[in-house]
């Protein structure tokens, strides 16, 4: 007899795509402008030393993005919403007070950085480029419904792959710089460890979280099961390997991007004495004269580009927060006169970040701003997340595995440490 041969069923690509969304969008708007910067003098300060800095926070970040994406999509609402939850009203519209701040002040500089990076390839003037950049990431979130934005957004982290492009265009001692990655030499001193603090504080932000939280309930209302897992009598398996698959490439994404920037940097300039980098667009002027054109140009291309996706992500995780804390409609989906108020922060973040860019504070300062205030959201915010995801009242069969609420109470002091040392250089500078 004949044996029929049945052909192995391989996922195709397009299923593979349609698994990433939420998770790598995020993951690839944390490499904004003003990471990149961050990134970019840790290794023009201290070479491949802070290489391994990208690593430890892998294991972090997949736990604490993974928990604000399981908010989402299994109690149907963002972050916001949740957190009113278990905590007063006060309390709430304090931190989001906070968040809009902080994003606002890095809209301002991922703007300002967006329009010197152009300047720098094309010419023009700084302003009317950061006019250009501001319009079109409000107009496109105002005019353009989620379904057909989310995946615009998608295409977006394509761009970030210039950086690894950029390590490719120089001379890397891979040797030299991997075994600095596996057996880094530490430097017990202030400046050492207040860079390591630095990327941390960079890699794990706020508005990462209600972002994600507030896309899986996006995609919930614009995919096939429309109800909140929680409520669910069974199922929903598929629902969360996605989740997971989704998020951990994100955020693997996100850090490798950044172990690409910092090893360029520290190949170019701390090997060649320039060791003080204070902005993204300073890093890409002083890799020219150093490393040619070709890689000047990638790493300006590439700034703009993540600035495209990390300004509308800034606004956006904006505009949920304080739409979620005063019951106002919070979708992408929606059309502007339905969702007035969500639309209006949008705006109004956008607009302020790029009328900062006239008021003579440069952006290391606004950076700076935007840190501390970062710093006084993240650890609650945090706190609150481990209490929502673990608690079965709010997450019914969902609540948190042992394992995650392990690891993500651990990022969470983590930051709290990070947060208390860069208050401590902030008052000491």
């Not at 504080?201 to 939280?213: D, N, R």
């Not at 300006?300 to 904006?318: R, W, Y």
Request: glycine share 8%.
């Amino acid at each position: 007899m004949t044996e029929i041969t049945r052909p192995v069923s391989r996922p195709s690509r397009g299923v593979v795509l349609r698994l990433l969304g939420p998770g790598l969008v995020t993951g690839a708007a944390d490499d904004d402008p003003s990471g990149i910067a961050t990134y970019s003098q840790a290794g023009a300060q201290f070479g491949y030393g802070l290489l391994w800095t990208v690593f430890l926070t892998i294991p972090f970040m997949i736990a604490i993005q993974l928990v604000s994406a399981l908010i989402g999509r299994v109690t149907g609402k963002g972050l916001a919403a949740n957190v009113m939850e278990i905590a007063p009203r006060w309390l709430v519209l304090g931190l989001v007070f906070l968040l809009v701040a902080a994003n606002t002040f890095n809209i301002a500089a991922d703007i300002a950085a967006m329009a010197e990076a152009l300047s720098l390839v094309i010419g023009g003037l700084d302003h009317e480029h950061a006019l250009i950049f501001a319009a079109t990431s409000t107009l496109l979130q105002v005019f353009v419904p989620y379904r057909r934005y989310a995946p615009v957004l998608k295409c977006m982290t394509l761009t970030l792959f210039a950086y690894v492009a950029t390590a490719f265009t120089v001379n890397i001692p891979w040797s030299t710089a991997l075994l600095a990655t596996v057996w880094p030499k530490v430097t017990f001193n202030a400046e050492y460890f207040l860079m390591v603090v630095a990327v941390l504080g960079t890699t794990i932000s706020p508005y990462l979280f209600f972002w994600q939280a507030s896309q899986e309930v996006e995609e919930m209302h614009n995919g096939k099961v429309r109800r909140p897992l929680r409520e669910l009598s069974r199922g929903g398996s598929v629902e969360l390997d996605r989740i997971k698959i989704d998020t951990t490439v994100g955020m693997f994404f996100s850090n490798i991007i950044a172990f690409f920037i910092i090893l360029t940097t520290a190949s170019v300039l701390h090997a060649n004495g320039v060791t003080n980098i204070n902005s993204a667009t300073e890093a890409a002027e002083a890799l020219r004269p150093l490393a040619g054109d070709a890689t000047f140009a990638l790493f300006a291309l590439g700034i703009i580009g993540t600035g495209l996706l990390a300004v509308p992500v800034l606004a956006g995780s904006a505009a949920y927060g304080v739409s979620e804390v005063f019951g106002w409609p919070a979708t992408l989906e929606a059309k502007a006169p339905d969702a007035v108020g969500f639309y209006s922060i949008i705006a109004a973040a956008t607009a302020i970040g790029f009328g900062l860019g006239f008021t003579g504070i440069d952006a290391i300062h606004m950076l700076v701003w935007s840190a501390v205030l970062n710093g006084i959201v993240a650890v609650p915010i945090m706190a609150m997340m481990m209490v929502i995801v673990a608690n079965s009242k709010l997450m019914g069969r969902f609540k948190a595995r042992t394992w995650l609420v392990v690891l993500g109470w651990l990022g969470t002091a983590i930051m709290g440490v990070a947060v208390i040392a860069l208050f401590w250089s902030t008052l000491a500078g």
